[in-house]
């Protein structure tokens, strides 16, 4: 086949460019390439990016990393490679785009290295702090130690911070001026080494340094200030790099919902094997008190089985021969003979868990504005600090080349925007995660921040606002008839009928586990009704017109009771023995006892409900009338819902549509945010934007709730760090020296840069304790 290369992904590999057709496909590509390629010669990529850096390129061939495994950016989706590294365009780490259930060594290696970096950079920060502000609060420093003598002891504690523990944050600050894309670390990098630069001329050759610079007799030292500055960055990457992992961990924690090992039937017996080597087509054994390893279907046995996890119900269902199971499920009571359909990455669980990822990945589009400003204000906050520079240089008080530098400092450090690059992935990732654990799935960060605008849901009626299976509701009978005897005989009947109906009253009869008789002599009239002998009577159940044409003489209070069901939207079914009627079954597909509440809350949201459904007009009205729906369409079909949705939108509306079926999947498609239910179709799900994974129409409110919530705290804390910076970057400027004689210190200034940071991140943890 063919592709276009302006469209197609692609992979360097090699110094070559390769382009696919699909991302799996690039994924397989590059497993083989990195398991056929030497240590020395794997080579990462980074879409329009170019080639990763030497020490990206040693972090690939790290054993810490699973082979062929792609990493990408939060931030940067467009940039991947294989192996970890980080992100030539904002400096972030990059974060593997498929989570597995063993632990990221990578990962946990970049947090251990990180907090190393960060706990030696406090260590010899605190006592250079000592030295440098211990004479403001009266420790005789200057007595104990010579000038020069205190000059090299903070440089020799000032050093390895800025150097060592600092040199992630300085190589990230370069890769952005070579990738021409500056970002925190452009900011950070030149104002620490700024700070450190001069301080270490002043140190080693301070005959070089203007007298102007001088105070209190020598040149001004900032090591503390570049210490520190490099300190708090780094409290700052240890607190996003544990956030990240604590989100991973929630995802790993589904994976591991499965077990580690599958029990394989084979010709030779049982045995058994890492769930890895479970293919479609195996015999499994599942014991009672064990998980599910796989998908699949019951073969052999019957037992409850608490799918919890997937539902959120907590009442067990029964599973028989015939019955999907789903990995990570739990089998309660009987042992299941079970054949493997879905393993691997194909099964229910594994979907849900790579959409959650995906999603805490993905940008939401207020993420674009963040971008735009973010690409501005770098090159703004440069020509801020040359100018403060300049204006304090040419007419500040003395000494003004060192009034002049100190404010320039200040300036880079404080508009430092790492606070702004952490606003909304850190509020997407959490969010995201918040709603997994509540059976909410998300499948990217759009359809986060659409879904709070949504002022029109329009829902499909069987099996999203109904049980979406046929039911006998109500059993009126004719004098001298019970109600068992009725259902009884009508279920003995209608057992060798395959009516949806049938099954309906067959079930009727299970339910209140009723004796059914065997049936002879069967017979069924299409579109009529069936007949059977059971216990020696004819048995005739159908419609009216069937048992007319026996020459049935019907009740007229039945007959009316029938008129007023069939208004309702139940069916009636007529049941008579021996040319007697006995009475009826209404049988209809019973609203979930979660629907009223779900509909009165959506409701008291604001938002307006619509139902569509292919049912007739009779049910569609009764169950509209009934749960308070606002409007409603009867009889349509998939692509009158399609068009429905198009013309609401077009009107203005913005949509969503929740549906569980196939035929809901155009319509899902074509809203503003499709919702399907998690009970429903695969075709329904992957064509939604948000999964309910219990099949509960509350999983919209707790969607809605959700978006409302998560970007809320995305405005929260994007004030943070515009608020922050405008009204930082002119106090660091010195605009307030003038009249209150204050100008902030490099170190005061770093302080403030990373408060902004904490709070950001505070706040969008946040979220995982908000009510939905």
Not at 364 to 384: K, N
Not at 402 to 423: E, M
Request: net charge negative; aromatic share 4%.
């Amino acid at each position: 086949m063919t592709v276009d290369p302006d469209s197609a992904i692609s992979l360097e590999s090699n110094d070559e460019t390769h382009y696919f057709c699909s991302s799996s496909c690039r994924d397989r590509f590059a497993a083989q390439e990195s398991d056929s390629d030497s240590t020395e010669s794997r080579v990462g990529s980074i879409r329009e990016s170019g080639k990763a850096s030497d020490k990206q390129q040693k972090a690939q061939s790290s054993p810490q990393s699973p082979a062929g495994r792609i990493y990408t950016c939060p931030m940067h989706p467009e940039v991947e490679q294989v192996g970890p590294g980080s992100c030539p365009k904002c400096g972030m780490d990059l974060e593997p785009k498929t989570i597995t259930r063993d632990n990221d060594e990578a990962s946990e290696i970049a947090e251990a290295v990180m907090t190393r970096r960060f706990w030696v950079g406090v260590a010899l920060s605190v006592p250079l702090l000592v030295l440098t502000m211990g004479p403001m609060v009266g420790l005789p420093i200057r007595g104990w130690l010579s000038p020069t003598i205190e000059g090299w002891l903070q440089l020799l504690l000032a050093t390895p911070v800025v150097l060592w523990s600092g040199w992630p944050l300085l190589v990230r600050g370069w890769q952005s001026v070579i990738h021409r894309s500056p970002n925190m670390f452009t900011l950070v990098a030149l104002g620490t080494l700024t700070a450190f630069g001069f301080s270490l001329l002043a140190v080693i050759i301070p005959t070089l340094i203007p007298k102007t610079f001088y105070e209190g007799g020598r040149p001004p030292l900032y090591f503390e200030a570049a210490a520190v500055i490099i300190t708090l960055v780094l409290l700052g990457q240890v607190l996003e790099l544990r956030a990240r992992k604590r989100t991973s961990g929630a995802i790993r924690e589904l994976l591991e919902l499965a077990p580690d090992t599958a029990h394989r039937i084979t010709d030779s017996g049982e045995e058994d094997v890492p769930l890895e080597e479970v293919q479609a087509g195996d015999r499994l054994r599942v014991r009672p008190g064990e998980k599910t390893p796989v998908d699949g279907v019951v073969r052999e046995g019957r037992s409850s089985v608490d799918e919890s996890m997937l539902t959120g119900e907590p009442t067990p269902v029964e599973k028989g021969e015939g019955d999907k199971v789903s990995a990570g499920t739990l089998n309660q009571t009987g042992a299941l003979l079970i054949e493997a359909k879905q393993v691997g990455s194909e099964t229910v669980l594994s979907r849900i868990v790579d959409m959650v990822a995906a999603a805490q990945r993905s940008r939401a589009p207020i993420q674009s504005l963040v971008d735009t400003v973010a690409a501005w204000f770098v090159p703004i906050v440069i020509v801020t600090a040359i100018v403060a520079f300049g204006v304090w240089a040419t007419i500040g008080p003395e000494p003004r080349l060192a009034h002049a530098l100190l404010a320039a400092v200040s300036v880079l450090i404080i508009a430092c925007p790492c606070a702004l690059g952490l606003a909304t992935p850190m509020s997407i990732m959490v969010g995201v995660g918040r709603g997994a654990r509540e059976g909410v799935l998300i499948k990217d960060a759009q359809v986060l921040e659409t879904m709070e605008k949504v002022n029109t849901i329009i829902v499909d009626k069987t099996g999203t606002l109904t049980e979406g299976r046929p039911r006998v509701t109500e059993v009126i009978t004719a004098e001298g008839t019970s109600e068992a005897e009725l259902l009884s005989l009508a279920s003995a009947v209608e057992q060798s009928s395959e009516h949806p109906l049938a099954r309906a009253i067959v079930e009727g009869a299970k339910d209140r586990e009723l004796n059914v008789a065997r049936a002879d002599d069967f017979s069924s009239t299409t579109g009529g009704g069936v007949a059977a002998t059971v216990e020696g009577q004819r048995i005739l159940v159908g419609k009216r017109d069937f048992l007319l044409s026996h020459d049935i003489e019907l009740s007229s209070d039945l007959d009316e009771q029938s008129q007023s069901l069939q208004a309702e939207g139940r069916t009636v079914v007529f049941v008579a023995a021996e040319g007697r009627q006995l009475g009826l079954l209404a049988i209809s597909d019973p609203i979930k006892q979660s629907t009223p509440d779900a509909i009165r809350r959506l409701h008291e949201l604001g938002l307006k409900l619509v139902m569509l459904t292919g049912d007739a007009e009779a049910t569609a009205k009764a169950v509209a009338h009934e749960l308070g729906i606002d409007e409603y369409s009867a009889g349509v079909s998939p692509e009158d819902k399609h068009d429905y949705v198009r013309k609401l939108r077009e009107e203005g509306s913005i949509v969503a549509m929740a549906g569980d079926g196939i035929n809901d999947a155009p319509a899902l498609a074509a809203a503003d945010v499709g919702i399907a239910m998690g009970t429903g179709s695969d075709v329904a799900i992957e064509s939604a934007g948000v999964t309910l994974v219990g099949g509960d129409l509350r999983g919209v409110i707790k969607a809605a709730a959700l978006s409302r919530a998560t970007m809320q705290n995305i405005r929260q804390n994007l004030f943070f760090a515009f608020g922050y910076n405008a009204l930082g970057i002119p106090i660091a400027a010195g605009v307030l020296y003038p009249v209150f004689g204050w100008l902030l210190s490099p170190m005061i200034a770093a302080a403030a840069m990373s408060l902004s940071s904490v709070s950001v991140i505070g706040n969008a943890l946040r979220l995982r304790r908000v009510k939905l």
